[in-house]
C-alpha cells in the first residue's frame, strides 16, 4: 500500500455524452488508478477548465471552483451535439493557461481525414471505440512528458536558487518567459486591474 501511496495519481477530464461510454472510461482510467471526473459536453469541459464564457452566471460559480483542480489529461469523444471534441481540443490548444494538457480523441469512426485533422490540431492520441485497457495504457507517457515539461520550465522560472537568479540576470529571463509557462498551476495574469511584478 505504501508503494501506491507515493506515485502521484494523475487526473484525467473524460468527456462524452454517452452514459455507457462515459462509464467505460472512468472504470478503466480507475483501473488504471487515474483519479477521474467526467462531464458529457464540452461545454461542461470548457466550465470545468474555467474557459466558460464569464457572461453566463453559472459558469463563473462552477469555473470559480474548478480552477484549483489540476487536470493532467483531457479524453473526448469526438460526435457530440452542441460543441464536438475536435471544437474543446481547438479551444484547449488556443488556451495560453491550458495549451500544454494532452488531448486524446475518441471516435466509433474510422475516418482518415477527421483523424489528421486531430492530430494536426495537437491530439495527442485518437483511439477508436470502445476504448480499451491497452488504450489506456498509453496515456501515462503523454501525462509524463507535459509533467517533466512543466517541472523542467517551473525549475527555469522560479529564481530561488542562485544559479537560477544567475541565469535570469544574465539574460535568459526573456527565453524562459518565451518558452511558456507549465498552465495548470499558473492562471492567466492580467484581469483589467493593476498589474503586480513579483
Known amino acids: 500500500m505504501a508503494a501506491v501511496a507515493t506515485q502521484p495519481q494523475f487526473h ?4 462524452d455524452d454517452s452514459v455507457l461510454d462515459r462509464k467505460l472510461i472512468e472504470r478503466l482510467l480507475k483501473t488504471s488508478s487515474y483519479q477521474v471526473t467526467t462531464v458529457d459536453s464540452g461545454s461542461k469541459a470548457l466550465e470545468f477548465l474555467g474557459l466558460q464564457d464569464e457572461n453566463r452566471e453559472d459558469a463563473v460559480s ?6 484549483e483542480v489540476e487536470v493532467n489529461l483531457i479524453i473526448t469523444d469526438y460526435c457530440m451535439p452542441g460543441m464536438t471534441g475536435y471544437d474543446l481540443l ?14 486524446v480523441i475518441m471516435s466509433s469512426e474510422n475516418i482518415p481525414s477527421r483523424i489528421n485533422r486531430c492530430m494536426e490540431e ?6 477508436l471505440k470502445p476504448v480499451q485497457l491497452s488504450d489506456v495504457s498509453r496515456l501515462k ?9 512543466c517541472q523542467d520550465q517551473n525549475q527555469n522560472k522560479s529564481g530561488t536558487t542562485i544559479s537560477s537568479v544567475t541565469n535570469n540576470l544574465s539574460g535568459n529571463k526573456r527565453k524562459a518567459a518565451d518558452d511558456g509557462i507549465c498552465s495548470e498551476r499558473i492562471r492567466p495574469r492580467y484581469s483589467g486591474g493593476p498589474v503586480t511584478i513579483v
Do not use: M, Y
Request: without cysteine; hydrophobic residues 35%.
Open 62 to 67: 462552477v469555473s470559480s471552483h474548478n480552477q
Open 122 to 127: 495537437g491530439a495527442d492520441e485518437f483511439f
Open 141 to 149: 507517457p503523454h501525462i509524463l512528458k507535459k509533467s517533466t515539461k
Open 12 to 15: 484525467v477530464l473524460a468527456v
Open 90 to 103: 481547438k479551444k484547449v490548444k488556443e488556451s495560453t493557461s491550458l495549451r500544454d494538457i494532452p488531448v
